[in-house]
């Protein structure tokens, strides 16, 4: 018992559940800025930062967790929830469910074909609502195994996403659903084992302040896929906590036009596409809209790099310079993506009126197809012509 105290740090963390969002309301331990803990201080200690968390669970917070780290010298570290209690006035929060991937997600021969962008915007539709409990993007998910560790708790989602995409995948690979589902499996489990050997990785550079200082240490000591993946892990570390996507698009936002790595480029940018996977967030960016028709023509100005919109954070103002500045493809493919998904779902253009839906599509239809790049112009005019179409069969069965 003496080891784990000379050999590990203690970090506590208090967490607050505020607005469905847990967040880091205090910090301490030896591992957190506090002195060193001798044994007989420990249990001590423990129970003072659990009354902490009781007392502020009493204060009227929904809910709260303790979550305890231990450090050992080498960095490897060991998280555990030590503590959670809701208020017992607090509504059960939602299940978690598996959402729907309209489309054909792209085939995973390797391990590395899951942590791709295109694989990370097929996970950030099927696991949105673990993503959006866990503050965290499908690139974070993927090299961090306590986040893989926690998905895994919820056997019944991961179940259910892993059938859904293995389904697709068989029907276009014209495979049997058994060996693709067998198949992704193996994939997930090596994309988990060495997930978990990077919390072993003696002296990962940090980011700490200086995300350039980062790269270069990134770019000597790792090549190629190694360099990709634990600057990922890095990135993931970095943000461990409860950061919010606003916050990581802010982060890559302001490292990304300087960064001269390509690696490093390709990865805010992948970060920053994450974050905007989440609705809540470009919701947030592009403010209230009067109807669906317009929250589409904003997006897809958006992806464009132009518009004007009032921005208190100037975060959709630098969104939009760097968009038009073309060092964020993956972004704007993202949004494009939104655009189509949103476009396909069939819901009312208008709140109010369904006379509006005609004059609107056409409206709209015009907007997309003038500002939509070449390549997604095929899949807006197919999605038009599907939204015409279903006018037209609505009409026709109300004459």
């Not at 506590?12 to 469905?20: A, C, F, G, S």
């Not at 919390?199 to 940090?206: F, G, N, Q, T, Y």
Request: aromatic share 6%.
């Amino acid at each position: 018992m003496a080891e784990f105290f000379e050999s590990r740090a203690l970090r506590y963390e208090i967490h607050l559940l505020v607005d469905k969002r847990w967040q880091i309301t205090e910090i301490a331990g030896n591992g957190g800025g506090g002195g060193p803990l001798a044994r007989v201080q420990f249990e001590e200690f423990e129970k003072s930062v659990l009354a902490k968390a009781n007392a502020m669970l009493a204060a009227g917070v929904k809910a709260v967790r303790v979550m305890r780290d231990r450090i050992r010298s080498d960095g490897f570290t060991t998280t555990t929830e030590l503590f959670f209690k809701e208020a017992t006035n607090a509504g059960s929060e939602p299940p978690l469910t598996v959402g729907r991937y309209e489309g054909a997600p792209p085939l995973c021969t390797k391990p590395e074909d899951i942590a791709s962008r295109a694989s990370c915007q097929v996970i950030g539709v099927v696991l949105r609502s673990f993503l959006d409990k866990q503050l965290i993007t499908a690139l974070e998910l993927l090299h961090l195994h306590p986040y893989l560790r926690k998905l895994n708790e919820n056997y019944t989602l991961v179940q259910g996403a892993l059938h859904q995409i293995a389904t697709s995948q068989a029907k276009t690979a014209g495979s049997d659903l058994k060996s693709r589902v067998t198949l992704l499996l193996g994939l997930i489990d090596a994309v988990e084992a060495k997930a978990r050997e990077a919390m072993a990785e003696k002296r990962l550079p940090a980011i700490e302040q200086d995300f350039r200082k980062f790269a270069e240490r990134m770019a000597a000591r790792y090549d190629g896929d190694q360099r990709r993946f634990y600057a990922a892990v890095g990135i993931a570390r970095h943000f461990q906590g409860s950061q919010s996507f606003l916050a990581k698009l802010d982060f890559a936002l302001d490292h990304l036009p300087d960064e001269p790595l390509p690696e490093m480029r390709s990865l805010l940018d992948e970060l920053a596409a994450g974050c905007l996977d989440s609705s809540q967030l470009v919701m947030d960016l592009l403010g209230h809209q009067p109807s669906l028709a317009a929250a589409l023509m904003a997006l897809a100005d958006l992806a464009s790099g132009r518009g004007e919109t009032e921005d208190k954070s100037g975060s959709l103002k630098r969104l939009r310079e760097a968009i038009a500045a073309g060092i964020l493809p993956s972004v704007v493919d993202s949004l494009w993506h939104r655009v189509l998904r949103e476009l396909g779902r069939g819901r009312p253009l208008s709140r109010s009126d369904e006379k509006q839906e005609w004059g609107l599509l056409m409206k709209l239809s015009d907007h997309l197809v003038g500002c939509c790049p070449g390549d997604a112009r095929p899949a807006v005019e197919d999605a038009v012509k599907l939204r015409l179409r279903r006018l037209r069969d609505s009409a026709s069965m109300r004459e």
